[in-house]
């Protein structure tokens, strides 16, 4: 029998168009009928976020080979059949990223900039000036480029150009000089715009969009646009299109058949919904490609690079992977992530770690008037993402071991599938505690909560935290199909300290009368012996 023919997509090697489509290593799923839509109309300038390994660079190579013309490189792709400009009159490119600029400081910050700066004009084969300031001197190489170019405009593709601020969003002083700097260097853009046929900046987040995208307000921001939703990231009707063979494959070794296959791996990878006008889902391109290459599902996008600024910030915040499953918010808040505030759905959602589960409309009025904005419902993607966020906070946030929760993990899973809660909270939860390095201190209510919920969230129970009542919040709720679980949590009192307070605040209230049982869990962390006490279980 012959040999199955696997096609290969890019891993997190290969982001450059030219060794894709000429590698026999690798093909290039199609996207040039969206990239022709992208910047067919004339003098486009654009904005584009989107997670970490999603394909932005492969996108911006691509778009330098259209701009230069190199049509042999399109050959049987959709443009190669459309009237592009880049066929008659090419275009000169400059392609660069701000990955390059990461200094630790400053000074380094500048200087590196400069040093890119000079990098455009030795390209160009332009002098560098010898005066003036790094973004007065992009501004000379912009003009001067297009001077010299066939069509009197040039292209410009900026990736990663967040990453200059990314090392400093706690050091709001150094951060507000970098951003300053890099207002002026961007703003340049703007006054030279009449040299620039093409301009497209990529990055992750919107952090510095107040500030640095306030001299740069002429730029479209594409992020969230119904028609380039599936512009990044393959679709499941790629899956079933150019990527069959590759799922076909996967599903060979791992003795599944397509449906299967193809099941499985979109509840890993896919969920990705980047435009409320658009239901359409993709997935991470890179995590796929890794699981076609390997033959197995499992994590591979913190692999390439954990975003420590987002753990540290649910860290900071106190929020656990459990909370992240029914997240309220709305286009404001997803829109606008400044450095010196953070809002944590904006940063989930930009960096990955959340995306659109559910839009709401927005209600209307008696008399049919519309006075509010849609909201929406965030979550987690997929099970890589989920798996990310609960290994994420547990090495880099608790500091702990993976390997010695696994046992206990286990056998606390086994105890909530079967209902076993007493032998949950009576076992398996000392357990868990007692796993605390020792040089790890709970100090406070809110860190033995914090725990509590990241010990609970990693058996698949969902703790909701902080439930409203009447008169106040329930630290946790558990929903089962058959019961409903009120937890209140207590530091250096008692346990029955947490059920009197339960009952006497109504914690429990909205549920009793209902089809299902409601049982109140007390629980009281005692420092002295770095563990809890016995928890009192009650009937509410």
């Known amino acids: ?79 190669d059949k459309l009237p592009w400009e880049g066929w008659k009159q090419p275009t000169p490119v400059y392609s660069f990223t701000m990955g390059d600029v990461t200094g630790e400081n400053y000074e380094e910050v500048k ?143 791992s003795g599944m058949d397509f449906a299967a296959a193809k099941a499985a791996i979109l509840s890993w990878y896919d969920g990705y919904r980047f435009s409320p006008r658009n239901e359409n889902r993709v997935c991470n391109p890179v995590s796929l490609g890794r699981a076609f290459k390997d033959g197995e599902l499992k994590g591979y996008w913190e692999t390439t690079g954990r975003a420590t600024l987002v753990i540290n910030r649910i860290a900071k915040a106190g929020k656990m992977p459990g909370d992240l499953e029914n997240v309220p918010a709305d286009a404001m808040t997803l829109d606008v992530c400044d450095a010196e505030t953070l809002p944590m759905e904006a940063l989930l959602y930009q960096g990955g770690y959340l995306t659109i589960k559910n839009v709401i409309p927005p209600p209307r009025e008696p008399d049919g008037q519309i006075t509010q904005s849609e909201s929406y419902v965030l979550a987690p993607p997929n099970l890589e993402v989920r798996d990310a966020l609960k290994r994420g906070y547990l090495s880099q946030v608790m500091g702990m071991r993976e390997g010695s929760f696994n046992p206990l993990v286990d056998r606390a899973k086994r105890q909530i599938a079967s209902g076993d809660w007493k032998g949950y909270l009576y076992e398996s939860l000392f357990g868990l505690y007692a796993s605390i390095p020792v040089d790890w201190h709970i100090k406070d209510e809110a860190e033995a909560k914090r725990y509590f919920q990241l010990f609970t969230s990693m058996t698949g129970a969902n703790p909701q935290p902080e439930v409203a009542s009447i008169f106040g919040y329930a630290d946790a709720v558990i929903e089962t199909p058959a019961n409903v679980f009120v937890f209140e949590f207590k530091y250096r009192k008692s346990a029955k300290a947490a059920i009197r307070q339960i009952r006497e605040r109504g914690y429990a209230d909205k549920w009793i009368g209902g089809k299902r049982p409601v049982t109140l869990i007390g629980i009281n962390f005692n420092p002295k012996k770095r563990n809890i006490d016995m928890p009192i279980v009650e009937p509410a």
């Not at 996207?31 to 996108?59: H, V, W």
């Not at 160009?124 to 790094?134: C, F, M, S, Y």
Request: hydrophobic share 40%.
């Open 111 to 253: 200087e590196q900039l400069g040093e890119l700066v000079e990098d455009l004009f030795q390209q160009a084969g332009i002098p560098v000036p010898e005066k003036g300031t790094v973004p007065g001197k992009f501004k000379k190489f912009i003009l001067a480029a297009a001077r010299q170019s066939p069509t009197r405009k040039i292209v410009i593709l900026i990736d990663e150009y967040d990453e200059p601020v990314a090392a400093f969003l706690d050091d709001i002083k150094t951060l507000k000089r970098v951003r300053n700097l890099l207002h002026d260097f961007y703003e340049k853009l703007k006054f030279s715009s009449e040299s620039i046929r093409f301009l497209l900046m990529t990055g992750v987040t919107k952090l510095t969009k107040l500030s640095v995208f306030s001299g740069l307000n002429h730029l479209t921001d594409i992020s969230s646009f119904a028609e380039y939703a599936t512009l990044l990231g393959y679709s499941p009707k790629e899956l079933d299109g150019p990527l069959r063979e590759n799922v076909e494959a996967f599903g060979e070794k």
């Open 1 to 79: 029998m012959p040999k199955k023919k696997t096609i290969k997509v890019p891993t997190t090697g290969v982001c450059d168009f030219e060794t894709l489509v000429t590698s026999k290593k690798g093909k290039y799923v199609d996207k040039t009928d969206l990239l022709y839509e992208l910047c067919n109309d004339a003098d486009q300038q654009l904005f584009i976020s989107r997670p970490r390994r999603f394909g932005k660079s492969l996108m911006l190579s691509t778009l330098k080979a259209m701009f230069e013309g190199r049509r042999d490189l399109f050959k049987g792709l959709a443009i």
